[in-house]
């Protein structure tokens, strides 16, 4: 058997035929006849030149494959085939790490993740470690007022460069200088905190929420950002953890610490979008000086986001997580999973998804059924969505 090789294909339910990646291929990988735009395996060599060009991300398509599909093949498809189950992996990329990142962070929800059904189609890996996009940086706040934990609300503009990114996918940020062995250091993963069309309206800029860690690389580099430096950039990432475009959906989000970046911005995106279904917050922190955006947070009317923030270092009280406050509000919860439109997401330090699920158990037997075949069915129906780091 041939070892199995990894194909750039064509969405041709999605693509608009506007020819520009054929333009913009430098090695003329790309062809098209009256029905379809593909690419050819034998030429093609992976340069991700095409990628950010394209206006609606059907250039974003890759198979692992036994056998290359032939031009011929390729011309016939009415919609891409489905992954067929391939044992042996393909070889590895310059970017691999980034996508074995994403399924380690995925591992908790129990099984393979997948998106809502009415989510947005994601743009995946337009800029990459060898080609990475370089965004200003616009606005670099201090979030918390406890002096030993430093979070940071990041903006950063993409100017010119297409940069789609949609609410809960993550971007690769590039530290600069060199590693031990004298190579570029790889992306370090942030979720992105804001909306789908900008942190400002109509200006598709982008937000991060960066903690600064004691020694860490990436994020001392960044918390130190000033206005106006470039930050080099990969992306974006994540294909599962979005939003349902469904505007009566009710979202049950449960985070901690930096977790609340998707969270944010999910929040952002559905205050603009006027949707009705509601959402229901659970965040913890150590106290009110630790968490990100406690102060926007408490001005968010119940009607948008009915909020619950958890804190386990107050003065004379016993600590609490977010695990605890979700059994003292079992019923509501409950009431909450019987609801065939409720997505839950769950974002936070590694870990944190063990309390969630003995207290989803709980609750879950409360209402007389099996919490995993719960949670099973809602993973399944792209309802249910983890996220931890």
């Not at 009415?78 to 067929?84: F, S």
Request: aromatic share 6%; net charge negative; proline share 8%.
């Amino acid at each position: 058997m041939n070892q199995p090789v990894k194909q750039h294909l064509i969405d041709p339910e999605i693509c608009i035929r506007c020819y520009t990646c054929e333009m913009t291929c430098p090695i003329g990988a790309i062809e098209h006849d009256d029905m379809n735009v593909v690419v050819n395996a034998d030429i093609c060599n992976f340069c991700m030149d095409c990628i950010p060009v394209c206006p609606t991300g059907s250039i974003d398509e890759w198979r692992v494959v036994a056998e290359p599909y032939t031009l011929a093949q390729q011309y016939e498809m009415e919609e891409l085939p489905e992954q067929e189950d391939i044992e042996v992996a393909a070889e590895s990329g310059a970017d691999d790490p980034i996508e074995t990142l994403l399924a380690e962070a995925h591992k908790g929800a129990g099984g393979k993740a997948k998106p809502p059904a009415s989510a947005s189609k994601p743009a995946i890996n337009m800029y990459t470690l060898g080609k990475p996009a370089t965004l200003k940086v616009q606005g670099n706040y201090r979030l918390t007022d406890d002096p030993e934990h430093d979070v940071r609300h990041i903006i950063l503009d993409p100017g010119a460069l297409p940069f789609p990114v949609l609410e809960g996918q993550s971007v690769g940020i590039i530290p600069p200088g060199k590693d031990a062995d004298g190579n570029a250091h790889l992306p370090r993963l942030y979720s992105v905190s804001s909306p789908r069309d900008g942190e400002r309206p109509g200006y598709h800029n982008i937000s991060l929420t960066v903690k600064r860690e004691d020694k860490g690389l990436a994020s001392n580099f960044l918390c130190d950002l000033k206005l106006g430096d470039s930050v080099d950039v990969t992306g974006p990432f994540g294909a599962t953890f979005l939003m349902p475009s469904t505007p009566d959906a009710h979202l049950l989000l449960i985070c901690t610490g930096t977790g609340s970046a998707p969270m944010r911005a999910f929040t952002m995106q559905r205050q603009r979008s006027g949707a009705t279904g509601g959402m229901t917050m659970f965040f913890g922190a150590r106290s009110p000086e630790t968490l990100p955006y406690f102060g926007p947070l408490k001005k968010i009317p119940d009607s948008l986001l009915k909020k619950h923030l958890v804190f386990s270092r107050l003065p004379d009280q016993d600590k609490e997580y977010v695990q605890d406050r979700m059994i003292a509000e079992q019923d509501s919860i409950a009431e909450i999973l019987q609801d065939e439109k409720t997505h839950i997401y769950i974002c936070g330090l590694r870990g944190m998804e063990e309390g969630v699920e003995l207290a989803l158990t709980s609750i879950a037997e409360s209402m007389g059924q099996q919490w995993t075949a719960l949670r099973d069915a809602m993973r399944e129906d792209g309802r249910y969505h983890v996220e931890t780091y």
